[in-house]
């Protein structure tokens, strides 16, 4: 399937309403990537983290298959999320990682790029790509704080969770027909650190994006009144789904923690064997083999619980965040119509107001002005046509803007649906394939421990 | 690579070579047929015959079942209690092809704690076989510590047969009147133990159990062994409290994959393509979290086993001290002997050797007349005699019992390595079981994740 660009733009590309202004709002404060740190870590010189990952385009390419089986053999860009590095200044202390970018599309000026990012630039992706294209899925980013249970050893372990997720969140956007030929995904793969600041520094004003909060706000108070069957039922659907993968999400963790606590025991319990063994004589080398077999079953099971946390956790936890976004589309999606919806109101009115008879009130001033009544009902039926004109154009651009982001979110819908079902499916199966390697390599231990049995 | 099947039939075939190699033609019987296989070689595993045993070769017994009562307790309160019906036939009949009903009656667990009261104060010098504990110790949450459960009460009755074959099977044990009587007179057999006066016995043996007195001379093979028993006590029972903690930490986990189940399940009702693979891998998931409590219960028996080695412990460490005691009284009634011997030879001679207060007060209220002094030495030598016939007896006494503890222990150390030998074989062997367990389910999960 080639790349092709839909010819529909949408209209509203530098006139956006945000619909979730929450994220705006908080979005003054800086210090997403500063929750990282304390004083304590020993990241002074940088560079202290993983290696980076490979970048031969051949092992760019079995990467990329294993995150996406549709569309992997006509893939165009390649993009690499890594090398962590922290910086100090003067004010404060952040991690950035280095976007490495391979691509052969036209849009580039260059094949490849490589830029260092830090999360609130990827906040600023995230933000700009959901303005521009309000009813397309956007893959959820990595949360900005440390949700407490879900992170332990805070420096590394966190640091590399947050690093895969924002891998996987360009690597989603790049594969999107849509959002990746955004103009902002281009600057911020290419841009340098200076002209990054530059660019963001463009587009509406802080106060003019104030206005449209308000006036959307104003709008998702109204509702909706007439939505369309299928969103009705994907709305239905998202809230299942969401309470779903919530609770797959909690009970995966607390298996996590029982397997951890089962360890924990398991660790002190081979001893007890190896302490006994230095009591016999007969029995002291079958003790020690027990001891033997069960230190070697905590080394599995620290294994298998680490395969647990780096695969199953991560994905559920990024699908919980995957079903807030879906019910904030929904809710833009809404809104959109809420307003078509709400200018068609305020066009009926304006008919009838246009219709009715002078109103009294109307003809009494301009009686009192010296108007003639002729005159002034006249004047006032050519004013409320224009008005009336004018809201017909608004309308006819709205009524597209509706149709516009009732398919985009169609599209997106089915797209979204099998990335998840094959996301969520590679996770449950990675799970149950380390489970049984973890069982088969636990029983074969235990087995070599068995004394040789005289066999008949 | 062997099946699990297959290891325990082998397991099975090497124990009854290895009884028939003990010179013992004789397999040992156990019981009625409602046995399963697992309790037969469990029970097999416990009991090994001994060499020239009596009882069990003429007579085969089992404790086949438990029932509850309600009577009067001894403030006049009524009580609800636990009898096991112990059921005997003799073996003649077996192998002359008869098939005749078994004698039975019923006791409860104070009875058998009478019994073995009673022989551990009528034999000081064998190591007593353990009945299985009184109250549920070491239990991980899912056992409750109640004595009616269901569960505790069935391990019960496993325990006490096994006490019952191994006494049985003991070869100076195995002779006791009061066992025959134990295992065939259901109403008198009271009276009768009671009879024998041993209750005195056993508060004066405990008393001396607790006592703190200094030996001088204790056979070091005796002390060594109190030593290894104190060890081994203390071994298998933080053994078995950590192995405890283990259990439940794992009940813990298959459980909460029980969660699993019941979300899958919801989830499929919403998804279309995904609906049955994800039905099917719920009740798998279901059958995970369900398959602990049978694994963990079998797991109960191994640790039933080391429990029993546990209480083993203690009788073994009783068996010392009353070497330790005997030795001491031994020692006790030497030095008094000497130092009887020395006032004689002090009277005799008018040489005072040592300090008393007779001999302050004789010096400052003047000697004794004469007479008094000829009744003061016959008594001694009358004391003298008593002395040196108790030292002998006492003496005889001490070797007789090292002997016959020694042997005994002996014994009891060779059953000990047999039996936990096996028993961990059985452990590992359960562990096997459980991981193919795990293999199969997620095998299957596996399945029904690619269908999604």
Same mark, same amino acid.
């Given at each position: 399937m080639s790349r092709t660009i839909d010819a529909?733009?949408?209209?509203t590309q530098t006139n956006?309403?945000?619909?979730?202004i929450s994220g705006q709002m908080l979005?003054?404060? +800086?210090?997403d990537d500063l929750e990282?740190?304390?004083?304590?870590?020993?990241?002074?010189? /940088?560079?202290?983290?993983?290696?980076?990952?490979?970048?031969s385009p051949g092992s760019m390419v079995n990467q990329c298959k294993f995150e996406e089986d549709e569309e992997s053999d006509s893939k165009d860009i390649f993009i690499t999320v890594d090398n962590p590095e922290s910086h100090v200044t003067a004010i404060e202390t952040f991690i950035t990682y280095r976007v490495l970018t391979k691509t052969t599309r036209? +849009?580039?000026?260059?094949?490849e790029y490589e830029v260092r990012r830090r999360y609130q630039d990827f906040l600023w992706l995230k933000g700009k790509l959901e303005d521009a294209h309000s009813t397309l899925i956007v893959h959820p980013l990595p949360e900005k704080f440390v949700v407490k249970g879900m992170v332990?050893?805070?420096?590394g372990d966190f640091i590399e969770t947050r690093r895969k997720a924002l891998h996987k969140f360009l690597n989603r956007i790049a594969d999107h027909p849509i959002l990746s030929c955004s103009e902002d995904f281009k600057v911020f793969l290419s841009a340098q650190a200076w002209e990054l600041t530059t660019y963001k520094?463009? /587009?509406?004003g802080f106060l003019s994006r104030m206005g449209e909060t308000v006036r959307a706000v104003a709008n998702s108070v109204r509702g909706v009144k007439n939505r369309p069957e299928e969103f009705t039922a994907i709305q239905e659907y998202v809230e299942d789904f969401s309470n779903k993968i919530g609770s797959l999400d909690k009970v995966t963790q607390r298996i996590v923690k029982e397997q951890k606590e089962y360890l924990e025991e398991l660790k002190e319990y081979g001893p007890t064997y190896t302490l006994w063994s230095g009591s016999e004589e007969e029995l002291a080398e079958q003790l020690k083999g027990v001891a033997g077999c069960i230190e070697r079953c905590c080394k599995e099971t620290e294994e298998q619980v680490g395969h647990l946390s780096d695969t199953l956790v991560p994905v559920l936890h990024e699908y919980v965040l995957c079903a807030e976004t879906l019910k904030a589309v929904l809710r833009r999606r809404d809104n959109i119509q809420a307003e078509f919806e709400a200018k068609n109101e305020a066009l009926a009115t304006k008919k009838v107001d246009r219709d009715a008879e002078s109103s009294d009130l109307g003809f009494v001033w301009g009686s009192l002005l010296g108007k003639n009544p002729e005159e002034a009902r006249h004047q006032r039926q050519e004013r409320l046509d224009g008005e009336i004109e004018e809201l017909k154009e608004e309308i006819d651009k709205l009524e597209d803007r509706v149709e516009w982001a009732n398919n985009a979110l169609k599209g997106d819908w089915g797209r979204w649906q099998r990335s998840m079902r094959g996301d969520l499916k590679s996770a449950f199966l990675s799970t149950a394939e380390k489970n049984v390697d973890y069982y088969e390599k636990c029983s074969g231990v235990r087995f070599l421990s068995l004394p040789p049995i005289v066999l008949p | 690579m062997l099946s699990v099947s297959c290891l325990s039939a082998l397991l099975l075939h090497t124990l009854e070579r290895r009884m028939a190699d003990a010179g013992n033609?004789?397999?040992?019987?156990?019981?009625?047929?409602? *046995?399963t296989n697992t309790e037969l070689e469990n029970n097999k595993n416990n009991t090994m015959v001994e060499e020239g045993s009596t009882l069990l070769r003429r007579m085969e017994i089992s404790v086949a079942e438990a029932e509850k009562r309600t009577g009067k307790n001894t403030v006049n309160m009524q009580e609800i209690f636990t009898v096991y019906l112990i059921e005997t036939r003799p073996i003649d009949a077996i192998t002359e092809g008869h098939n005749p009903a078994p004698d039975s009656l019923w006791r409860r667990y104070s009875e058998f704690e009478i019994l073995r009261n009673y022989l551990l104060v009528t034999y000081p010098f064998i190591v007593v076989p353990p009945l299985p504990e009184k109250r549920a110790e *070491?239990?991980?949450?899912?056992?409750?510590?109640?004595?009616?459960?269901p569960d505790f009460v069935e391990r019960r009755r496993v325990g006490l047969e096994n006490f019952l074959l191994r006494v049985a099977s003991h070869?100076?044990?195995?002779?006791d009147k009061i066992l025959y009587h134990f295992l065939t007179?259901?109403?008198?057999w009271k009276e009768v133990v009671y009879e024998t006066g041993f209750q005195a016995k056993a508060d004066s043996r405990i008393k001396a159990l607790s006592a703190t007195f200094r030996v001088k001379n204790p056979d070091k093979r005796f002390t060594e062994m109190k030593h290894y028993s104190d060890e081994l006590q203390s071994l298998t029972s933080q053994l078995l409290r950590v192995r405890a903690r283990v259990a439940d930490r794992l009940y813990g986990v298959y459980k909460v994959h029980g969660n699993y189940g019941r979300v899958f399940s919801e989830w499929s009702a919403l998804e279309k393509e995904m609906g049955d693979g994800l039905q099917s891998a719920g009740h798998h998931m279901d059958a995970y979290a369900a398959s602990v409590d049978d694994m963990l219960e079998e797991e109960e028996h191994y640790a039933d086993q080391l429990k029993e080695y546990l209480f083993y412990a203690e009788a073994l460490r009783a068996v010392c001290r009353k070497h330790e005691l005997t030795q001491y009284e031994l020692e006790t009634a030497s030095s008094d002997l000497i130092s009887k011997k020395q006032q004689r030879e002090e009277l005799a001679t008018?040489?005072?050797?040592t300090f008393s207060f007779k001999g302050m007060t004789n010096k400052l209220f003047g000697q004794e007349t004469p007479e008094q002094r000829e009744a003061k030495l016959s008594l001694l030598e009358e004391q003298i005699v008593q002395g040196e016939e108790t030292v002998t007896e006492k003496t005889v006494e001490c070797e007789e019992y090292v002997k016959g503890a020694w042997v005994d222990m002996q014994r009891f150390k060779e059953q000990k390595d047999r039996d936990l030998r096996e028993a961990l074989i059985g452990y590992a062997v359960m562990q096997i079981s459980m991981c193919k367990k795990g293999i199969q389910v997620w095998t299957n999960a596996k399945e029904c994740f690619h269908k999604m």
């Open positions: 529909v733009v949408s209209p956006t309403i945000p619909a979730d979005d003054l404060d +800086e210090d990282v740190f304390s004083k304590d870590l020993t990241l002074a010189d /940088g560079n202290m983290f993983n290696a980076s990952m490979p970048t036209s +849009e580039f000026d260059n094949s332990e050893r805070f420096n520094k463009q /587009g509406p | 033609k004789e397999s040992a019987p156990i019981g009625g047929d409602e *046995f *070491f239990v991980w949450h899912k056992l409750s510590a109640d004595n009616m459960d070869s100076v044990l195995s002779n007179e259901e109403h008198r008018g040489m005072v050797r």
